[in-house]
Each structure stands twice: as C-alpha cells, then as structure tokens.
C-alpha cells in the first residue's frame, strides 16, 4: 500500500506555468503512475499517465503539448508540469497509483485554479 500527497495547486492567471508534485510514502517503482482532475459536478478526469516499465506516458488531448507528466523512483515522487494553462484546466487535481491497468490508489487532490 502507499500513500500520495499532493502539493503545488494554486491561484495562477491564464498563460502562466505551475508545478504539481506528489510525494509517496512508498517505493514507487513498480506503479503506473498518474493524475487526474475534477470539477464540481462531473467526473474525474484522466490528465496524464505514466508507466512503470518504459516510463512511456500518454494524455488527456486537450493537455498535449502543454503539461508533461514524470516520475522520480528514487525521491518517490511523481510531477505534473503544466504551462500554457487555461482557465478549464480549472480543477481539483489528483495523482494516483497502480500495479495494473487500474489505479488503486489516490491523493486527497490540490485545487488548481487558473482565472482569465
């Protein structure tokens, strides 16, 4: 079992950069890592993943060519770098932890809040 905390979320205009970061209290190499992202009424959302294996990762499309997802197995740390943002990328982000193809594992979320 590992726990995730994450931190880094906060007030940032449209355009501007921001730095999510999530620390695990266990080894994480042997998890697919990820981050996903809610707004008040809807479903969590897929953002970002990356693998255990290759670390070969893959994106929600609307985030493509502007956050880049990575992981530290030794720091047991997993990072959402998110620039260009937009006033949608507006949410509670959530990293999470898996062995397979599910993600058994959550943080509580960090609020993201990007105004035009």
């Known amino acids: 079992q590992v726990q995730l905390v994450e931190s880094g979320g906060g007030l940032v205009q449209a355009g501007d950069s921001l730095t999510l970061s999530c620390a695990a209290s266990?080894?994480?190499?042997?998890?697919?890592l990820g981050w996903f992202r809610q707004t008040p009424g809807k479903e969590r959302e897929f953002v970002a993943r990356?693998?255990?294996?290759?670390?070969?990762?893959s994106y929600l499309d609307s985030v493509k060519g502007r956050f880049t997802i990575s992981r530290d197995n030794v720091n047991y740390t997993v990072t959402l770098q998110m620039n260009s943002l937009k006033p949608e990328d507006t949410a509670v982000y959530y990293c999470?932890?898996?062995?397979?193809?599910?993600?058994?594992?959550w943080g509580q979320g960090t609020q993201v809040t990007v105004s035009s």
């Open positions: 999470a932890a898996g062995l397979s193809g599910n993600f058994d594992y």
């Open positions: 990356i693998s255990r294996t290759t670390g070969s990762t």
């Open positions: 266990a080894r994480i190499s042997r998890y697919n």
